[in-house]
């Protein structure tokens, strides 16, 4: 097994001993010289950061005793600078995992699947990476070094012709391809059909020479074999033999985003088993209890004729309970099984839900909404919106002690966005912080491709927002 010869300084940000055991023993196995500073808490490692202490590579757990998830990553990657920052994530946090990439992190490692040759890798490629980078910026003339020793395969070429000028090893291992057969090649000729046209209208290259890579695109590139590969772009403005041209890095993130997909596919029939047992439910209560205390009824008043003048409060009583109890039951299914939507659409359902919170709790609901936009989501869509919604209804009757709330529903390019807010005192930190806490609507919102955030305060209240893509096509609403 080959070891790493040179020695390699890690800040692990650890709360978990056995996790970190276990990593200091995989680390220990791949690297011959290997100095390893613990921190187990957020603050802890802020403190470590800013004495100035040099790391090579910062490994952060994404669930510490002081601060987890987005607040974390935020402030470790601040502090660290330049420094790269891995994620060691479980599945439960997998889908964060991904979006953290674009906060800047160098990669996240499932700790369920860790082993001395990924833990090994991962770093690896983060310290070369980080050089890649910084020698870039740094000078051009230790530009050939620099190319032809990054991990990640990289190309030259020139934006007008879109000819190939220049090649770095780590392309012809990856593409399978020569540099003599890359150099007879142009840049397209590497993409997947059209991907070209996608990857150039999203990601133009920059031939002004300024040291900023522009932002990542996610393009499906063809080896010489044929197969496919999902790539992570990065395109920079490059002088190359005194004429300008550009520079493109791909990284390889077939295996996050097929991860990612299948992550989607489980939420989605997570989703549909969870309506599936709310019909039973409701056709249960419907079908059952409500029809047996419906016949209770007519039984017990035919008794009632015939007791005694003296035990007419006990029947009256009886009688209301009875009453109550179908009220409830029907309540019950209605929430289950919410009639307007499914008869009217989703706004006709809304209406209906937030009169129906207005009356039992006094809760005024303010609404703004695009009914223009119902149209864009089918059935299943609109179901999934409306279980959001409801979900942010419960939060503000549970957790917000508030007296009022607004709910918009509007167009933002082309997505639709909802917001929802209140004017209660916030939810509870431990609460918001809890992993299982919206978890159903976490998971509807990754099923509509979506995207949400909480912003929560002690003294205005919560806010939810959720950003969902428009089809192309609207839905008749004579399609559920």
């Known amino acids: 097994m080959q070891k790493h010869t040179k020695s390699v300084t890690l800040l692990v940000i650890e709360d978990n001993s056995g996790d970190y055991l276990l990593l200091d023993e995989y680390l220990r196995e791949r690297f011959d010289e290997v100095t390893v500073t613990r921190a187990i808490t957020c603050k802890e490692a802020s403190a470590l950061l800013q004495q100035q202490h040099v790391f090579q590579v910062v490994l952060l757990d994404l669930s510490l005793p002081d601060k987890t998830g987005e607040a974390l990553v935020k402030e470790i990657m601040a502090i660290a600078g330049d420094t790269p920052v891995i994620v060691l994530t479980g599945y439960a946090d997998i889908e964060f995992s991904i979006t953290s990439l674009s906060f800047g992190i160098a990669d996240y490692l499932l700790k369920d699947d860790l082993q001395a040759d990924v833990i090994y890798k991962s770093i690896v490629y983060a310290i ?18 620099l190319f032809q020793l990054s991990p990640q395969p990289m190309w ?11 090649v770095n090893n780590a392309a012809e291992v990856v593409y399978g391809y020569s540099r003599d057969n890359f150099l007879k090649l142009h840049i397209p000729d590497i993409f997947l059909g059209n991907e070209f046209a996608k990857f150039a209208s999203a990601n133009i290259p920059n031939a002004s020479l300024e040291n900023k890579l522009d932002a990542p695109v996610v393009i499906s590139h063809r080896k010489k074999n044929g197969e496919i590969i999902l790539v992570n772009i990065l395109t920079s403005g490059i002088e190359y033999n005194g004429i300008n041209c550009a520079l493109m890095v791909a990284h390889d993130v077939t295996e996050q985003t097929l991860l990612k997909r299948s992550l989607e596919e489980a939420y989605a029939n997570i989703v549909s088993v969870e309506e599936q047992e709310r019909e039973r439910f409701a056709a249960d209560i419907h079908d059952g209890v409500t029809q047996n205390l419906i016949a209770l009824k007519v039984y017990f008043s035919f008794l009632k004729k015939s007791m005694e003048k003296e035990n007419n409060v006990i029947t009256e009583n009886i009688v209301d309970l009875l009453e109550k109890s179908i009220r409830d039951c029907k309540d019950i299914v209605s929430n289950i099984r919410p009639k307007e939507l499914i008869d009217k659409g989703l706004f006709a359902g809304l209406t209906t839900l937030v009169q129906n ?7 005024h609901i303010d609404t703004h909404v695009d009914l223009s936009l119902e149209h864009y989501f089918d059935f299943n869509a609109q179901l999934n919106i409306y279980r959001i919604i409801q979900e942010c209804i419960n939060n503000l009757l549970k957790h917000a002690q508030a007296t009022a709330a607004v709910l918009s529903i509007t167009r933002e390019d082309t997505h639709m966005k909802i917001v929802f807010s209140d004017n209660g005192k916030g939810i509870a930190e431990e609460v918001l912080t809890r992993q299982s806490s919206f978890l159903s609507m976490k998971r509807r919102t990754a099923v509509l491709n979506g995207r949400f955030q909480v912003q929560n305060n002690k003294n205005t209240g919560a806010q939810f927002t959720f950003l969902f893509p428009l089809k192309n096509i609207p839905h008749s609403s004579r399609s559920f």
Do not use: G
């Not at 030259?156 to 220049?166: G, S």
């Open 128 to 145: 070369e990476r980080k050089k890649v980078l910084s020698l870039l910026q740094e000078s051009e003339k230790k530009y050939s070094n």
């Open 156 to 166: 030259v070429y020139q934006p007008n012709t879109l000819e190939i000028l220049e």
């Open 357 to 363: 919170v207005a009356e039992a709790s006094a809760i």
